[in-house]
T-cell receptor
Framework: GDSVTQMEGPVTLSEEAFLTINCTYT??????LFWYVQYPGEGLQLLLK?????DKGSNKGFEATYRKETTSFHLEKGSVQVSDSAVYFC??????????????FGPGTSLSVIP | GAVVSQHPSRVICKSGTSVKIECRSL??????MFWYRQFPKQSLMLMAT?????????EQGVEKDKFLINHASLTLSTLTVTSAHPEDSSFYIC???????????????FGPGTRLTVL
């Protein structure tokens, strides 16, 4: 079945360091890909999305490019801040292209940014 | 836009009582809403898919008689945990999928979550 794999955390970085969180997926169709962020004690917020191959999603300095050939959607940010400390979830949906689709989440990667 | 609210944000109840959690899409219509459960330091587990005007579709292993879902309108879905027990204590999160096609047609927007503690 469809699935999402993320790099194991926790990830600890110093402020202004470069961030990469790897994400790969398995899907039989052509899914949309998402990154969601969850701050402590809160729900999920959509960070960015991409709907087709080679699309780049970007928001708040974060970027991810939909790579169909490698089935990947790695999240990157050039300079992280303490306020970026959160859990990041890679997700896919729409692989089956039905009228509604489940979102399949990766296990999440916890990021801690230290001053 | 695309704001989803949940109420209450926290609830503590005694074992054996029932608890209702509301999920509302505030500025868009949602034909479909989803209910998730999240254990500490874990990912979200989909419990059920809720469609306006029809019965919810439950994931395997989720007791439909224990977790009652009602999707009465295009902006409101409720989850009722019946006869709650301590093992039902968890973080419950809903999401709403915007109706229609276009760039947001397949995007789910999440509520802030409800922390349920059963004593």
């Amino acid at each position: 079945g469809d699935s999402v794999t993320q790099m194991e955390g926790p990830v600890t970085l110093s402020e202004e360091a470069f961030l990469t969180i790897n994400c790969t997926y398995t899907a039989t169709g052509y899914p949309s890909l998402f990154w969601y962020v969850q701050y402590p004690g809160e729900g999920l917020q959509l960070l960015l999305k991409a709907t087709k191959a080679d699309d780049k999603g970007s928001n708040k300095g974060f970027e991810a490019t939909y790579r169909k050939e490698t089935t990947s959607f790695h999240l990157e940010k050039g300079s992280v801040q303490v306020s970026d400390s959160a859990v990041y979830f890679c997700a896919l949906s729409g692989a089956g292209k039905t009228s509604y689709d489940k979102v399949i989440f990766g296990p999440g990667t916890s990021l801690s940014v230290i001053p | 836009g695309a704001v989803v609210s949940q109420h209450p944000s926290r609830v503590i109840c005694k074992s054996g009582t029932s608890v209702k959690i509301e999920c509302r899409s505030l500025d868009f219509q949602a034909t479909t809403m989803f209910w998730y459960r999240q254990f500490p330091k874990q990912s979200l587990m989909l419990m059920a898919t809720s469609n306006e005007g029809s019965k919810a579709t439950y994931e395997q292993g989720v007791e439909k008689d224990k977790f009652l879902i009602n999707h009465a309108s295009l902006t409101l879905s409720t989850l009722t945990v019946t006869s709650a027990h301590p093992e039902d204590s968890s973080f419950y999160i809903c999401s709403a999928q915007r109706s229609g096609t276009g760039p947001y047609g397949d995007t789910q927007y999440f509520g802030p979550g409800t922390r349920l503690t059963v004593l």
